[in-house]
């Protein structure tokens, strides 16, 4: 008897290190369920993406909101049954003032909106996706939870400059350990990956690594075997502290 075909959720996947993660899935034989808040923009993703042959869906979705993620989730239990694979791609990072780039404001004088909005996106959204997904997981003994996160959040590094970034990522990384702790033994493996300083429209042209080097790092965790660690956090394909 041949094997289901895996179903691997990715937010933000309209560009950056979400479309490509989607491609190489793909490429991989996985099925990527692509996702976005702009309907228009992820449809045209997920057809360039089926213009090279690939088979992949899509589905809007806005990780802030309840009840796109109820109809998100019912879109899933209705064509696919279950989900093998989540990556929780999607984040913001606007906190920026003037073009220097220079960070603001400190930590001192942020203000609460602004920590909400990072916090809805960047950490609650994972949480409440893998709320509404990790039962579809357990349905079958099977899953792979990625979280991507930031060096920016890594507590034994922690510095000056966007709070709100950072603490919103290092609640993501809060997350990760706690979904890990309470899927322990049930083969649903939940990671964090750090794809560090990426040529995308948040990491700007001078980053260092493409998004088809992040991609590929993230393939490799969302991918690990039976068997494999559980709550940890990778950096160019290994282990690193928290």
């Given at each position: 008897m041949s094997e289901p075909e895996r179903i691997?959720?990715?937010?933000g996947g309209n560009r950056g290190i979400g479309f490509e993660t989607a491609r190489q899935l793909a490429r991989a034989g996985l099925k990527p369920v692509l996702t976005s808040r702009d309907g228009i923009l992820g449809k045209a993703a997920a057809d360039k993406l089926q213009?090279?042959?690939?088979?992949?869906?899509y589905h809007p979705l806005d990780v802030t909101r309840g009840?796109?993620?109820?109809?998100?989730?019912?879109?899933?239990?209705?064509?696919f049954h279950r989900v093998d694979v989540l990556i929780n791609n999607a984040g913001i990072f606007p906190e920026y003032a003037g073009s220097d780039g220079t960070p603001s404001p400190g930590i001192l004088e942020v203000d609460e909106a602004t920590l909400q909005e990072h916090l809805s996106v960047n950490a609650f959204g994972p949480l409440r996706l893998a709320q509404a997904v990790i039962p579809m997981m357990r349905r079958h003994g099977y899953g792979r939870v990625v979280n991507l996160t930031s060096g920016y959040a890594q507590l034994a590094r922690m510095g000056?400059?966007?709070?709100?970034?950072?603490f919103?990522?290092?609640?993501?990384?809060?997350?990760?350990?706690?979904?890990?702790?309470?899927?322990?033994?049930?083969?649903?493996?939940?990671n964090a990956v750090d794809p560090g300083w990426v040529r995308t429209r948040m990491g700007g042209r001078q980053a260092t690594s493409t998004p088809q080097d992040a991609a590929a790092r993230v393939v490799e965790v969302a991918c690990l075997p039976d068997g494999a660690p559980s709550g940890v956090l990778y950096r160019h394909g290994e282990p690193v502290g928290w």
């Open positions: 691997a959720v990715i937010t213009s090279e042959g690939l088979d992949v869906a009840e796109s993620i109820r109809r998100f989730t019912d879109f899933l239990g209705n064509a000056r400059g966007y709070p709100a970034y950072r919103s990522k290092a609640g993501l990384n809060a997350i990760t350990r706690l979904l890990a702790a309470e899927t322990d033994g049930e083969n649903i493996l939940v």
